[in-house]
């Protein structure tokens, strides 16, 4: 008696933009706790967050190519954005007694790219390149 073998399942279509959505959330709330371990704006994160969905596309079964790629460097650019923005939120509405999410809502564009440019210099803009280069090359 031969064993039966049944077809393997195919993931959902949609399983990638879950995993993607889960892993960005987490990464961007790792990256504010980094920063404010380490009291810098911890730009090497930004590696860790192309890393990462790179990885939650691949593990969602996204068909490699030019589309896993523009998906992964484009995840990357909004992770960063917004975990520097929950970086600036938290440290403006902390003193103030408002928690991040709170200071985060409340806390128009203007503001948020005049603390970002102040706050974030050369080294960072170098990490977000070496980001984008490492998620082009992971998500291949």
């Known amino acids: ?10 993931p959902a279509p949609w399983l990638w ?8 959330i987490t990464i961007t709330v ?11 704006q911890a ?8 890393l990462e969905a790179a990885w ?8 490699a190519g030019s589309g896993r ?11 960063a954005v917004a975990a520097n923005w929950a970086i600036a939120a938290t440290y403006i509405g902390g003193p103030m007694g408002l928690a ?18 102040l706050a974030n210099g050369v080294a960072e803009a170098v990490w977000l390149g070496i980001a984008l280069v490492v998620g082009w090359y992971a998500a291949r």
């Open 69 to 79: 790629v523009i998906l992964t460097l484009l995840a990357t650019l909004i992770i």
């Open 100 to 117: 991040p999410w709170e200071s985060a809502l409340r806390m128009g564009p203007h503001l948020a790219w005049t603390l970002l440019s």
């Open 30 to 40: 790792a990256w504010l706790l980094a920063a404010l371990a380490t009291g810098t």
């Open 1 to 10: 008696m031969s064993p039966v073998s049944s077809p393997a399942k195919r």
């Open 17 to 24: 933009l879950v995993l993607l959505l889960l892993g960005s």
């Open 56 to 63: 939650m596309l691949r593990l969602g079964a996204f068909r």
């Open 43 to 50: 730009g090497w994160m930004a590696v860790v967050a192309a």
